[in-house]
C-alpha cells in the first residue's frame, strides 16, 4: 500500500468531501487508522434516487472505517475525469465511479490501471475497448427494467393485442443520452414491444432524468399530439414532472393515460397508490454496504465478480400496496 498522506491535508489539496470514522453525523473527528482510501466520482444529484445513492455510500464507508474521497461531478463526465486523475495523484487504494455516460472512459482508466489502482464501476456501465481497464460492475440491469416496463403493457393491453384494433399510442421519456440506463430501458422496452404491431412509439426524447425536463416535454407533447395511451418514463423524477403538466389539462394520469415509471422513490409509490402511475418497476439505489466490501477486496489485491446484479421487483397497480416498506428516498 502506497504512503499515504493525511487525508485532511489530501483533501485540502483536492477539494475534495472526506468522509471518515463516524456515520455522517457531525461527531468528533476520530482519525480512521487503517482504513483503506475510496475515491468515489458520483456524477451528481439529479434526483431522489441519486441522493438515496450518495448518502448509502458515504454511509456505508463511514460504517465500514473507510477513508473516502467524494467527489459530486454536477453531470459533467470531464469533472469525472478530472477527479479520477486526483485520486491517481493521490495513490488512493481504490477508485470507484458512477459513469455519466458509456463510452470516454478509456484513456483515463488506462493511467489508473497503469498506476496499479483498481477500478470499480457502479450504477451505470461504460462501453470501453478492453474489459481489463476496470475489475468489475455493480449495480442494477437497465434492459431488465424496460422489459418489465413492457411486460407491464403487454398485460394492460392484452385484449386490444389480438384483434386488429387501433394503434396503443406509446410517448417515450428517455433519460440522458448515452446513459447506460438511458440505453438498457429504451432497448429492453423494444425487445418486448416491438413484437406486437399494435404498439407504436410516436415520440421519444431525452429528458435527462430531471423533473424539470419531464414537466417541459409533457407540455408540449399535449400540445403537439393527440390519443396517448402510454407514457414510458425512464425515472420517478421526469414522471413527477409529467404528472406536474397532464394535470394542468383535465386529463387523469393512470385512467386517460397509462403511466409508467422506473426508480420507485416514494413519491412513484404515492402515485401508484393514488393510482395516478400504474406500473413502478424499482432500481436499487442503496449499493453502499456492497460498494465497500468489494473495495475492501480489491484492495486486498483480490479479483471480484465481473458483473454484480442487484434485486430489483416491480409494484403495479392490483398489487398489495399497502405491504411495500417505506422507499427511504
Ligand atoms: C439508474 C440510475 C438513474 C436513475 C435516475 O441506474 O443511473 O440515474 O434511474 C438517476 O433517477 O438519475
Ligand atoms: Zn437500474
New binding site residues.
Partial sequence: MAVKKSVGLAALLIGFMVITGGCGKPKKETPVTGGIILGFSQ?GA?????RC?SQSIQEAAAAAGIQLLFSNAEQKQENQIKAIRSFIAYQVDVIAF?PIVADGWDNVLQEAKDAGIPVLVT??KIDIEDENLYAGFI??D?VSEGRSAAEFLVKKFEDRLTSQDKPIRIVELS??TG???ARGRAQGFREIIDQYPQFQIIYSESGD?LRSKGYELMRSVLKELQDIDVIFS????MTLGVLDAIKEKNINPGTDIVIVT??A?QAAIDALIRGEVNCVIE?N?KTGPAIMQLAQKLAGGDTIDRFIHVEEAVFSEGDDLSSIPPRGY
Fill in positions: 456524477i439529479e434526483s431522489a434516487w441519486r445513492n458512477v450504477d451505470r449495480g442494477t437497465s433519460g440522458t446513459s447506460s440506463p432524468f425512464h425515472n420517478d423524477g422506473i426508480d422513490e432500481c439505489p
